[in-house]
């Protein structure tokens, strides 16, 4: 506060075009609006009924205001956590989730946000308050001074800057058609502080504003697409479906769920899209998923890139010799992206489309004689999934002194089951990894994590988000590692009185937490914590329930009173050190260096 704000009240408001500077309301007795009751009102025009964000200068009062005109109004502890929140806000409703920022550092904090939703097709609009215009660009030297448009471009979908008050019904417009329209991502746009004291005529104002008709228009794919697609998957002898988080987030869930029925083929979730249909469906093939990936001789991709959580549809994982070397399987797509079609391997039959529309339409071609996929492909799906679920299960049977990844998520997989409703957010390495592929999801959208990127810290800002915008039992399996990133808003959760169960994977480290320091000095190994952190005294702080859980059967009590409360609460569950590795699943991808000691 203090003198930029002083500054601020004490300069004249510009005016816009229409109104002249001395006191129009004064001079003809019309109602005036301003820029923050424009922006508030063109976000209700359009539904938008939360935003996600942390107060200061320039947007301390639109808060306010939003807050008293209805709009519910989540304020958090850091602007990342709420750019995570809106995101998911944002693919969990297909509207676009908003978070609002301040100026340069809290915009920047908000951009991580903003790039991670655009990388996941999240729709979101990260809405910050920027400084002067004429002083950021002649770099005078204005608090929080930035060009945050042009920071912002390249790491979004689109970028947009309003200058004057009659313009905020066109920019919040564009700004959510950008967001939901096609592939959807994030949106930034840029409020001067200027703008929000600008006067206008009320009627005109109201006027100007724009309730978005279609801001996500269906897109059909055509005919010829479908037919190529269609004769493909006839003609397969082992295919395969793979769902990814788009086909979750397109809310065709009736349709897909007939798409694998109809046809009898096989299926794999990505991890996001767990639940889409039951992880229990007898056509799954999640357990079976190195076997069918090399196998599969036609793979119909449902809304999933075959980016690196793909192995970029080539190399070993799909049966080719090298690791640039593709397996021979022919590709189906559809994706609403027609630049997405071959960005890794040949797609021989792309289907651009929305994913209701396009599915829909291979539902009209799939008649009653739609021939089953072979037996011999099915049996021996079926089979190898069945070995390794029985495989899981002993395993999950076990009860180790420490408790390990395995003996925990085996509570966790029976209180999901028994509360499919209940929203699981999951970050971490191993505690990501174990509870992808221990824990079932039986709804659609009801599994959220670390998405595309792998990206630490959307935990507590999904948690916040999802217990908001749902109004079920939220449950966060957190590494420790991955908690510390946005640990702090166990206050939000608290302040706001989610139903969030925050589980911490307390295994004393990144990773694990086993690491010396080679040195023999006195500094702790860089992946190692506090041993024997209480994780659970942080949301006592607030006013939360925190246990400490070393057995299963203490989680166990834990995590059923918690859900069944709807209290916030937080469970530090200590892990076995040595349990991780590195990296969880994925250690491969850490580079070796080449001089060996
Ligand atoms: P996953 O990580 O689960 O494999 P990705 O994020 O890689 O999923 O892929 C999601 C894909 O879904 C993106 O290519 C995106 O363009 C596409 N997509 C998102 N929404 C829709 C939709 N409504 N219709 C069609 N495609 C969509
Ligand atoms: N920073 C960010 C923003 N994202 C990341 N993915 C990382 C750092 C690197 N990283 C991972 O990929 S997983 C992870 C880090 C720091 C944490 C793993 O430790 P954990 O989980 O305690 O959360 P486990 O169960 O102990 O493996």
Redesign the pocket.
Known sequence: MGIAETKRSSSTPASTSGAAASDPQAESGAALTDGFHLVIDALKVNGIDTIFGLPGIPITDLTRMAQAEGIRMISFRHEQNAGNAAAIAGFMTQKPGICLTVSAPGFLNGLTALANATTNCFPMILISGSSEREIVDLQQGDYEEMDQLAIAKPLCKAAFRVLHAEDIGVGVARAIRAAVSGRPGGVYLDLPAKLFAQSMDAEAGKRSLIQVVDPAPRQIPAADAIGRALDLLEGAKRPLILLGKGAAYAQADADIRSLVEKTGIPYLPMSMAKGLLPDTHELSAAAARSFVLPEADVVLLVGARLNWLLSHGKGKTWGGKGHKDAGGQKFIQIDISPQEMDSNVRIDAPVVGDIGSCVSALLAGIGAAWPKPPAEWLTAVAERRDRNIAKMAETLAKDPVPMN?HSALNVVRDIVKANPDAILVN??????DFTRSIVDMYKPRKRLD?GT?????IGMGFAVAAAVVSGEPVIAI??????G?SGMEVETICRYNLPVCVVV?N?N????GTDVNPTGGADLAPTVFVKGARYDRLIEAFGGVGVHATTPAELRRAMEEAVRSRRPTLINAV?DETA?TE??RITSLNPTAGKKK
């Open positions: 990844f970050e971490g390495a191993n505690a990501l670390v990127w792998g990206v630490m810290g957190e590494g420790d590692s991955a908690f990133f994977f295994n480290g990144v990773y694990r892990i991780g990296s969880g």
